[in-house]
């Protein structure tokens, strides 16, 4: 067998190229030098900033911008958020986000940044997610909910079906839901369909031909039908706002949740945004502010969209309405239901990415700013994000992710290795995070928040925002209000005055870390399903000790990658010695057929598995073809 034709089933004989210094290209002398004694303000850290409440004094923020450029901070993310634990309602409401009040005062810490010489971000909700008082119903976040009628046939039914109940509380916060006073309705929502099917004690329905779509999206409920023999389940489905509010906000803040699938919605948020700040602060194009920030996603109560049906339709080639029990817990058989799911989420995590956060990045651009999110999770079992990681922070300006200090779910929310890929692969200069998150504030110093970042810089990191600077208005005294999560690093801090020394190792370090392109040994694709996440750094152990990689998505591996003496390159000169496939038995066809002319080409593909299947209806007729391409490769099911 040809070397460049092979597909390997194991490693040990594998052996790889030696690794290379940490540029790509050789530096200019002295530039490295210069650089590392001096790091520019993109490698220093920044910080959330909480405004807490709303509240804001205009002469502490010169002094904060000024401490903070004096220690050797790069900037700032303006951030207005409420008080998680204020029981007897110390901190005083201040004005609401984006009113006259808060944005005069946003546009004077633009011009002092300007004048000192920061850089600033702007969290773009009170709290999060995305949203605010300013969002219709029609653009919230939306659910699919449903009311159920079980008939016995053969006869004739001729009834409303009620509408379905929407909860009015979720997680312990009443809901924000906009009711018709005449009907009780929702002011806004949406017919979806309605459905029937036969009823099997194994929830089990025989064949798609035992499911009927009774109407699609035109009455009222009124449903007249002739009902077969036999115990059925009639359905409504209506799609409406959910009512979720923002997390936390502050006081006079309180509004819905963004609905994020909705190109529309987007729009509508961010023409509300610029409309208030532009008038303003006046052109944002050169200024110290850089970006709008939208936390990690934890819209946990929302899982359809207005448009989803049409959407998905237009990526499936088929109506999933006849579908819809299948997400109720119901079951065709085994394939139809697992392929079926697989279609419904990836068209989630297609709609989020291109309506939220590419959709996001080009409004902002087109007011001479970026837009930067936490789109790397995390996803269950902490949170219910229904995307694939990698695609979601390639399309940002800046991907950030998170790390936390001494939490009992440490590691899933150690947030690094994916950050990192996607900015190798997406050819992104950054790579930064939510630093030091905690429930400790005041309680940790360098000494115990060093190992935190060598660990994290280890996985990729390098740029660090720190969870969090609390501003403190004169009227607040000493160590003034803080929002009650993150190990606090700000100018109350008993060791402030100290401090310059790890802001200066952090960003030396980072500059360092932001030059050239990573040195990885293997592009380990994760496969096609979503919601996707890239964990922690770690190796197969098969693989051995001392090697590194990134983490690809089907996006590149299709798009981007070709060979070159026997590498993978990718466009912008990122290389890896071989990919590795993820022990799966399902396969995109399109990502075999392109494995295969990586392999023909000269690449090392290595794989512990043989897939045999595709996961995607549309697609059933051609799912023996994966298995035969790699069989066309060269693969051979043997051990040495």
């Avoid at 697992?338 to 989420?345: A, E, G, I, K, Y």
């Avoid at 501003?471 to 003034?480: C, D, F, K, R, V």
């Amino acid at each position: 067998m040809k070397c460049h034709m092979k597909l390997l089933l194991i490693l040990s004989l594998l052996v790889f190229g030696e690794f290379s210094n940490i540029c790509a290209q050789p530096a200019k002398p002295g530039v490295l030098e210069k650089g590392f004694k001096n790091p520019p303000l993109s490698a220093r850290p920044k910080a959330l900033w909480p405004w807490v409440n709303g509240n804001v004094s205009l002469s502490q923020v010169t002094y904060e911008l000024e401490e903070a450029k004096r220690k050797g901070m790069g900037g700032f993310d303006i951030w207005d958020i409420g008080t998680n634990i204020d029981p007897e309602n110390v901190v005083p409401a201040g004005p609401a986000f984006l009113s006259d009040a808060s944005v005069q005062a946003i546009a004077y810490t633009i011009r002092e940044a300007d004048r000192i010489g920061l850089e600033l971000g702007l969290t773009f909700s009170s709290s999060w997610n995305a949203g605010g008082a300013w969002i219709k119903p029609e653009h919230g976040a939306m659910g699919l909910f449903r009311k159920d009628t079980i008939v016995r046939g053969p006869g004739n039914f001729s009834s409303v079906i009620s509408f379905p109940l929407i909860p009015s509380t979720y997680n312990n916060q009443k809901t924000l839901l906009s009711t018709d006073p005449n009907t009780g309705l929702p002011t806004y929502y949406r017919e979806v369909a309605i459905i029937a099917h036969r009823m099997n004690e194994d929830s089990v329905i025989t064949s798609s031909g035992e499911i009927f779509l009774l109407d699609s999206a035109t009455g009222n409920g009124h449903l007249n039908w002739t009902v077969p023999a036999g115990n059925w389940r009639i359905i409504r489905y209506v799609c409406a706002p959910t009512g979720q509010p923002l997390a936390i906000p502050s006081t006079n803040s309180q509004g819905l949740m963004l609905d994020h699938f909705s190109a529309d919605a987007q729009r509508a948020n961010m023409k509300y945004i610029f409309d208030r700040l532009l008038p303003v602060t006046g052109n944002l194009k050169n200024r110290s502010l850089k970006y709008l920030y939208a936390d990690s996603y934890e819209v946990n109560s929302a899982v359809w969209t207005p448009m989803m049906a049409e959407e998905f339709k237009a990526r499936n080639a088929y109506s999933l309405l006849k579908y819809l029990p299948l997400l109720d817990g119901f079951k065709l058989s085994p394939d139809t239901t697992t392929r079926f799911l697989f279609d419904f989420r990836k068209t989630l995590s297609d709609l989020i990415i291109r309506n939220h956060y590419a959709l996001g990045k080009k409004l902002c651009e087109e007011q001479g700013l970026g837009f930067v999110a936490e789109a790397g999770g995390p996803g269950q079992p902490i949170h219910n994000v229904p995307f694939e990681d990698l695609k979601a922070l390639g399309a940002l300006t800046i991907p950030r992710g998170e790390f936390w200090n001494r939490h009992p779910q440490l590691e899933l929310l150690q947030i690094i290795k994916g950050i990192a890929s996607a900015a190798h692969i997406y050819n992104q200069k950054f790579v930064e995070a939510e630093s030091f998150t905690s429930v400790w504030l005041w309680q940790e110093g360098p000494d115990e928040l060093k190992p935190l970042a060598d660990r994290a810089m280890c996985e990729g990191l390098n740029r660090f925002v720190y969870h969090t600077f609390p501003h403190t208005p004169p009227e607040s005294g000493n160590p003034g209000w803080v929002y009650n999560f993150g190990t606090l690093i700000n100018t109350t801090n008993g060791w402030w005055p100290k401090s310059k020394g790890f802001h200066e190792y952090l960003s030396r370090c980072s500059y360092l870390l932001q030059q050239g392109n990573f040195v990885a040994d293997i592009a380990y694709y994760y496969g096609d399903d979503a919601p996707n996440f890239v964990t922690g750094k770690e190796l197969d152990s098969t693989i051995g000790f001392g090697y590194d990689y990134d983490v690809v998505n089907t996006d590149i591996l299709i798009n981007k990658m070709t060979v070159k003496n026997g590498k993978i390159y990718l466009p912008h000169g990122q290389s890896y010695e071989a990919l590795l496939l993820p022990n799966q038995k399902t396969m995109n066809v399109k990502v075999a057929q392109k494995i295969k002319q990586l392999i023909t080409a000269g690449a090392t593909a290595i794989s512990f598995v043989i897939p045999t299947a595709v996961l995607i209806i549309s697609t059933l007729s051609i799912a023996r073809r994966v298995r035969n391409i790699f069989i066309s490769s060269g693969t051979q099911n043997r051990r040495r």
